[in-house]
């Protein structure tokens, strides 16, 4: 069965560092979607991507947040210059046709800046 | 704005029926999803509801009604491995979801 996939499934980084987090979606699917869970809280939405462009972004995405489809297969999540706050567990989704459909979540990266 | 509320947790036994509710209010509703998230992993699908009613899929089955802003899942002959979240997610236009809080369902025996 087809399913999203990211690397790494955890990654601690000291505070003002970049980091990339990596997602490979399914691979027809042409809606891409990061969220992320700070611990005991909601999944909350970052980002949808769609024809090679940011189609949305929460007030969450701020300038320190980018996204890249760098080739057919990868979408990925940079965070410039992390902060504590930043301490999550982010969730790459893909789905075929867009918020009416079935998104499909990744087993999420546990994100542990220090 | 969108609001969705559900209750935090919930506690029920083993071979039971339990019933988790979702409230919500928002513009431009198209439909409705129940996710599943054991803990440390990645929401599942459960169901998705855009009409009213009820929706049956096995041991899960999923209400819906428009005008109420309401929705409920069910879970019957409740098994331990349903230990997990359940989240209500609200799909309005071609916005991405926005998710509840979550309820965490503990299944005793």
């Known amino acids: 069965e087809p399913e999203v996939t990211q690397t790494p499934s955890h990654q601690v980084t000291q505070m003002g560092q970049e980091v990339i987090l990596r997602c490979v979606p399914i691979?027809?699917?042409?809606?891409f979607y990061w969220y992320r869970q700070i611990l005991g809280q909601k999944v909350e939405f970052l980002v949808s991507f769609y024809n090679n462009e940011i189609s949305e972004k929460s007030e969450i995405f701020d300038d320190q947040f980018s996204v890249e489809r760098p080739d057919g297969s990868n979408f990925t999540l940079k965070i410039r210059s992390t902060k504590l706050e930043d301490s999550a567990m982010y969730f790459c989704?893909?789905?075929?046709?867009?918020?009416?459909?079935?998104?499909?979540f990744g087993q999420g990266t546990r994100l542990t800046v220090v | 704005g969108q609001n969705i509320d559900q209750p935090t947790e919930m506690t029920a036994t083993e071979g039971a029926i339990v019933q988790i509710n979702c409230t919500y209010q928002t513009s431009g509703f198209n439909g409705l999803f129940w996710y599943q998230q054991h803990a440390g992993e990645a929401p599942t699908f459960l169901s998705y509801?855009?009409?009213?009613g009820l929706e049956e899929k096995g041991r899960f089955s999923s209400f819906l009604s428009r005008s109420k802003g309401y929705s409920y899942l069910l879970l019957k002959e409740l098994q331990m491995k349903d230990s997990a979240s359940y989240l209500c997610a609200v799909s309005r236009g071609n916005t991405p979801l926005v998710f509840g809080k979550g309820t965490r369902l503990s299944v005793i025996a």
């Open positions: 691979s027809n699917h042409l809606y």
């Open positions: 509801n855009v009409l009213d």
């Open positions: 989704a893909s789905s075929d046709a867009g918020s009416n459909t079935e998104a499909f």
